[in-house]
């Protein structure tokens, strides 16, 4: 049975360009609470990074040694630029999901694309949406785990929301540091911590903020197995259980919602991969690595396989869910 990755990454050479003189990237709290030590890091990582992203033949030839046979590629999360202006983040969207699309073209036997949105304008990310799929032929949508001050669940996202699940195409939340992770910076936090709790804090507001009784068509990824959340749900569903305000707009308990969601399996560890799949189910995990990025899982098959699960749950985390999420039906030449 083939294995497809459904958390890998790309970049847009067009990006820089558009965004040069108009925002100071120190802005990016990524970037902003980063130590100085792990900037150097990150540094040495961005030499090797274009090729990884957009030389298909290197991208085929790591996907053979980690014994993946398609990607599902996304843009990577730093390019999406929320604070610019309507017409500019708009455009930053549209040669993105251009670019993602033209990556794909030169191998569509091994490679499907995901799009990003210009979140801050719904509208807008509407009719992008409806272009990206009908046009360019993208199989689903990455955004950040909020924009800017707006959090996911507020109800200016509802028209997308009911759009995206017309289109019968996924939003994949992937975010890029926290926005008060001034206390990260040591030790990489930024990314190690940082990363986990705006994860926890989306699937958070996609329960208790009603998105999902709101949309129970909309299909939802969230990156690296949903960060602390499904690993700590009992207290997720004693303060549902004790708290007026947090079962304000949650009909049921917020553990019983994860088997709504959709998670990869990029967790790096055997207990937790099988801990994930004992909260969600393994019909709702996905074989993800996060490619090409020194905090992706470089051996993911390896990590399903390690996992105590049968063959057929097997199958459905690394290929079976994802080919039936994403509308792939025909793996290699």
């Known amino acids: 049975m083939p294995v497809i990755d459904m958390h890998t990454h790309s970049i847009s050479k067009r990006v820089d360009p558009l965004v040069a003189g108009h925002h100071d990237p120190m802005d ?15 540094a040495e990582q961005g030499k090797l990074l274009p090729r990884l992203m957009l ?13 993946v046979d398609f990607q599902i590629i996304a843009p990577a999360p730093a390019q999406q ?16 999901n251009e670019d993602v699309a033209a990556l794909v073209a030169e191998d569509p036997a091994h490679f499907a694309g995901m799009g990003t949105l210009p979140m801050r304008f719904p509208a807008r990310a509407v009719e992008e949406a409806v272009h990206g799929v009908e046009s360019l032929g993208l199989r689903g949508f ?19 929301y009911a759009r995206l699940a017309k289109l019968g195409v996924p939003l994949f939340v992937h975010p890029l540091g926290f926005s008060h992770g001034q206390r990260l910076g040591e030790f990489f936090m930024v990314n190690s911590v940082g990363q986990p709790i705006e994860e926890t804090i989306a699937i958070s507001h996609f329960i208790l903020g009603g998105v999902l009784d709101r949309h129970p068509e909309l299909d939802l990824v969230i990156a690296h197995g949903g960060g602390f959340y499904p690993f700590y749900a009992g207290r997720m569903d004693h303060a ?12 049921e308990a917020p553990s019983s919602y994860l088997k709504r969601l959709w998670f990869d399996t990029c967790v790096f560890r055997t207990d937790l991969i099988e801990a994930l799949a004992a909260m969600v189910g393994t019909e709702r995990l996905m074989l993800g690595s996060d490619f090409p990025f020194d905090m992706g899982d470089d051996d993911p098959v390896g990590l399903v396989n390690s996992a105590r699960f049968s063959e057929a749950d097997r199958e459905k985390i690394t290929f079976g869910n994802a080919s039936r999420l994403f509308k792939i039906s025909k793996v290699g030449a």
């Not at 630029?81 to 993105?96: D, F, I, K, M, N």
């Not at 549902?240 to 009909?251: D, G, H, M």
């Open 55 to 67: 030389d298909v033949a290197a991208r085929r030839e790591v996907m053979q040694r980690m014994g």
């Open 240 to 251: 549902w259980k004790v708290r007026p305000e947090v079962k304000r707009l949650a009909a």
């Open 142 to 160: 990455q955004i950040d785990s909020r924009v800017e001050k707006l959090e996911l669940s507020n109800a200016v996202f509802d028209p997308l």
């Open 81 to 96: 630029h929320y604070w610019a202006g309507e017409e500019l983040q708009v455009t930053l969207s549209r040669v993105q």
């Open 28 to 42: 990016n709290p990524y970037r902003r609470d980063m130590s100085p030590e792990s900037r150097v890091t990150d």
